[in-house]
């Protein structure tokens, strides 16, 4: 065995361009598809990193208007929701959601503390909103069932409010703010992903419309839902067009005029990024396979022109003695040198530079709520089992030429 690492070494060192270049396209395709399960992993961990604090089975229902004509009626018409819409579709849909609330955005206005000020907008919420936004807390709380039932004037503010309105360092929760006439007490600090004047003043929905009653027909409420029992695509789009049959019937609008209601279902967008991502995993191993196969095909040609530059020197080892299975296994066993050399060279070099990578996003992601890709690392298991794969290729490979080589008759090689 020693004397056949030895010679298939020398062989290697005699024909190093040959060498060199076969164990190029070994790495290369293994260091592709490396880099493309990272790229793939980056996308599928952005994405989670984004929406860690966000619950996928949330539904929003929105009043527009209409766009078509219905029973007599124009189009055009303003659609507005009202606290009743959500008594009727709690009571109508028990199997499919799981809990309900209404939302409401009011006009902007000025939120001060003594002598400091920012501008903000009032957003009646019920405790749904933490899941339906992300909201992220810093401290203190979110708003509870308590605070909407018994109407209380509690707020939640972001925390670029809190470096305008408490500059000192104060704690601002037990706090009270006022915002049009009306004092607020604070009880949590969710963290700022916008200008402190695009960021809403989180209140407790039917606080607010106690306070501005005729706010809902103005604006209309928007319901807000979690969703149980929907585990498909169709089965979501069945539960959206009985809603938007039902809320048509009562409203008097066409259940196809999407205008008239808007519907987000997160549920749907998060079954339709799974499908997406398990496209793209299919595609980037698709592209990675056929990437290594054409590593593993340069060693089968690498291999044929071997055995044709050694015809004579197989036919004069045949001539002293030696068996078909030494020279089978001499060819197979350069076959698998070069593959599992070059393979772990394109592993290593992949691995590095997906951790580079990582390292790099880790740090510019930094503080950041929302990313598009992060941690494209791959790991160690995916990246052997590959590799694996590459050297037992690389090993049939050169099984035909090998088989091809104890095909020499001593007397032909010799005669050539």
């Not at 010679?7 to 060199?20: F, P, Q, S, V």
């Not at 208007?65 to 606290?83: D, N």
């Not at 405790?127 to 707020?155: C, I, S, W, Y």
């Amino acid at each position: 065995m020693f004397d056949t690492v030895l010679e298939i070494i020398g062989t290697l060192r005699r024909n190093k361009m040959r060498t060199a270049l076969t164990g190029f396209a070994v790495s290369w395709g293994i260091f592709i598809l490396i880099v493309l399960l990272g790229a793939g992993n980056g996308l599928m961990n952005g994405f989670k990193k984004s929406s860690e604090n966000t619950s996928f089975n949330m539904v929003r229902v929105q009043p527009g208007w209409t766009s078509i004509e219905y029973e007599g009626l124009k189009e055009g018409r303003a659609i507005r929701f009202y606290e009743r819409d959500l008594a009727f579709l709690k009571d109508h849909y028990p199997d499919n959601i799981e809990e309900i609330g209404g939302e409401i955005y009011g006009g902007r206005g000025i939120i001060s503390r003594g002598q400091y000020y920012t501008n903000t907008y009032l957003q009646g919420v019920s405790p749904l909103a933490m899941r339906m936004h992300g909201v992220r807390l810093q401290e203190g709380r979110f708003l509870n069932v308590t605070d909407v039932n018994d109407r209380r004037k509690v707020a939640i503010i972001s925390s670029a409010m809190v470096e305008v309105l408490y500059p000192n360092g104060e704690n601002p929760i037990g706090t009270f703010l006022q915002f049009d006439k009306v004092m607020w007490q604070v009880v949590g600090v969710y963290k700022s992903e916008r200008s402190t004047g695009n960021e809403p003043l989180y209140v407790p929905f039917d606080t607010y419309l106690s306070i501005y009653p005729r706010i809902l027909e103005d604006r209309g409420l928007q319901m807000v839902m979690s969703i149980k029992n929907l585990e498909t695509e169709e089965d979501n789009n069945i539960f959206e067009a009985n809603i938007r049959r039902d809320l048509g019937k009562i409203h008097r609008f066409d259940k196809d005029d999407y205008d008239a209601m808007w519907i987000r279902n997160r549920m749907k967008q998060y079954l339709q990024m799974s499908q997406g991502s398990d496209i793209l995993n299919n595609a980037i191993w698709v592209i990675g396979i056929l990437t290594l196969l054409g590593g593993v095909v340069g060693v089968s040609n690498i291999m044929l022109i071997t055995v044709k530059e050694r015809t004579k020197e197989f036919g004069i080892r045949k001539a002293l003695g030696a068996k078909p299975r030494q020279i089978l296994s001499l060819i197979i066993f350069e076959s698998i040198t070069i593959t599992t050399l070059f393979g772990y060279i394109g592993m290593f070099c992949g691995i590095a530079l997906t951790e580079v990578a990582s390292a790099v996003l880790e740090k510019q992601n930094e503080g950041m709520d929302h990313v598009a890709f992060a941690d494209p690392t791959v790991e160690i298991a995916t990246a052997l089992a590959a590799t694996v794969t590459l050297i037992v290729a690389g090993t049939l490979a050169g099984f035909i030429p090998a088989q091809k080589a104890t095909k020499v008759k001593p007397v032909e090689a010799m005669r050539g």
